[in-house]
């Protein structure tokens, strides 16, 4: 697999001005409403990662290494509500994504999904499931900086499937995981390769 193209500003003000009326195309934006938008499954995977990646790095930096680790104002926690504590990444992360899901049955012509897993899941519920899943978790894990992309057939239905590295981007991304009774690893050091996004979108 190639490194994936990085998508342009144009095309990032395109898929911001879809809700505006007018088409989106990959080479720019019409306000023609005879037009359908058009769009790939990778270059919509790949706007929604850089979107999801972008909020949890400024989560994870800005708010918990920054208030837990370093000023030590509050802890974060996995146990939040009970601890009056931050909620950590992965759970900040999660409820987006459950969030868009519940929305998206509302609404299926937005149909996708999300997840954040990993080969050294501490819960192992986000464990990889699919062979694709867990052949593009291994691939991000191997190839530095390489998304993995492929398509998939579940319960009768064919997937665009889209794995990007979850990077440690704060110390406390890796002390977290480190330190944790049940993560199955304890070495992390930021910048490593922690896990995986995995974006699911349906194609015909």
Known sequence: MKPNPCLNIKSLIGIALLGAGGTFTLTGWSQDAGDSPT?????????????????????????????????KVITASEHFEDE???VLPAQMFR?????????????????????LQSIWPINKQNAPQTEAEKTGLQFVVDNKGQNYYATEELGGVNYFTAVYADTAVAPVCASCHNDHK????????????MGGVVIRIPIE
């Not at 049940?182 to 390769?193: A, L």
């Open 39 to 71: 769009i790939t499954p990778r270059a919509m995977a790949d706007a929604l990662h850089m979107v999801m990646d972008s909020d949890r790095a400024v989560y994870t930096r800005r708010i918990v290494n920054r208030l837990a680790a370093k000023e």
């Open 182 to 193: 049940d993560s199955p690893r304890t070495d992390f050091k930021i910048g490593d390769v």
């Open 84 to 86: 009056k504590a931050l």
């Open 95 to 115: 409820f987006g994504a459950e969030m868009v899901a519940e929305r998206a049955e509302a609404n299926p012509d937005v149909n996708f999904s999300y997840s």
